[in-house]
């Protein structure tokens, strides 16, 4: 597939997401609603990973930029942020180790129920 096509699909997505996203009664970003869209795609096959694997590559090697404009709206309110800043922190750092045993245990169980249903175990 072109990269102009698979830049179609991709931002096909995403402005199903966004249509998904103003339908929907909560208040779910339309950026979670895409992923969730491509998720499902991708599990029912009906949208095949290597058939937009270059546009991911890319987006995956360049994810640095998308950051740029959140830390620029951070800075904005840099006075705000000194002043909470040990709440934040103290946030951070208590949930940070929650968020780690958490992803572990949830990839240890994947793995347990692929290797139980004679999966490869390699994730």
């Known amino acids: ?26 208040p779910v970003p339309a950026g979670v609603t895409s992923m969730i869209i491509l998720f ?8 095949n990973a290597k058939k937009i694997e270059g546009v991911s590559s890319f987006l995956l090697n360049n994810m640095a930029v998308f950051f740029v404009p959140s830390c620029v709206g951070i800075l904005r309110y840099a006075d705000v942020f000194f002043e909470n800043a040990l709440p934040i922190i103290l946030i951070c750092a208590l949930s940070t180790p929650v968020v780690f045993f958490t992803a572990g245990t949830a990839v240890k169980l994947t793995m347990r129920l692929m290797n139980r249903k004679g999966g490869s175990g390699d994730v």
Request: glycine share 8%.
């Open 1 to 26: 597939m072109s990269v102009l096509a698979q830049i179609g699909v991709v931002l096909g997505i995403c402005l199903f997401g966004e249509a998904v996203s103003a339908v929907l009664p909560l």
């Open 40 to 47: 499902v795609l991708l599990c029912l096959r009906v949208l």
